[in-house]
């Protein structure tokens, strides 16, 4: 019986980063973002028409 991945999320209050269980080397592994980095800054942008999370929303930020 094939058992679903487990993912592990650490929401903090400067970085989240996010772990999955793997099975087969049984140890959690770092999952990366869409920079490729294990961890992402805990920052969210609401403006306009977008929302951007990490570190563009970081950039958007820092033009304010």
Known sequence: MAKSPSVGIDFGTTYSKMAWYNPI???AEP???NEQ???TP???YLGGNQTRVG???QEDLSIL
């Open 55 to 57: 570190d563009p929303a």
């Open 42 to 44: 805990s920052v969210v």
């Open 31 to 33: 999952l990366r973002n």
């Open 25 to 27: 080397r049984h140890q």
């Open 37 to 39: 980095r294990e961890q």
